[in-house]
Nanobody, 112 residues
Framework: QEQLVESGGGLVQPGGSLRLSCAAS????????MGWYRQFPGHERELVAS????????WYANSVKGRFTISRDNAKNTLYLRMNSVKPEDTAVYYC?????WGQGTQVTVSG
């Protein structure tokens, strides 16, 4: 059964760091592009970063470029999002995406 499970969210102070993980099961993980999205209350999900199946091509939204890093470990079927220099406006629920599949989301709150 296909499943994506995010972890690593929580409360962090402005300027701090956090690493999100997304564990995938039931997929040919290495065959797919993947992405991290976030959703603010009352808004649509927006793409934050994406990564090619081999990990060599990445894309970032302008709002996170230079602060966030997407990566993947195909041997562990896991996607990551390293978040540095976080800002209060990064507060959102973060989701990983693979094709038509979504994780349950993990809340990130930047406050201090």
């Amino acid at each position: 059964q296909e499943q994506l499970v995010e972890s690593g969210g929580g409360l962090v102070q402005p300027g701090g760091s956090l690493r999100l993980s997304c564990a995938a099961s039931g997929f040919a993980f290495e065959a797919y592009y993947m992405g991290w999205y976030r959703q603010f209350p009352g808004h649509e999900r927006e793409l934050v970063a994406s990564i090619s199946n081999g990990g060599t091509i990445t894309w970032y939204a302008n709002s996170v470029k230079g602060r966030f890093t997407i990566s993947r470990d195909n041997a562990k079927n896991t996607l990551y999002l390293r978040m540095n220099s976080v800002k209060p406006e990064d507060t959102a629920v973060y989701y990983c995406n693979l094709g038509y599949y979504w994780g349950q989301g993990t809340q990130v709150t930047v406050s201090g």
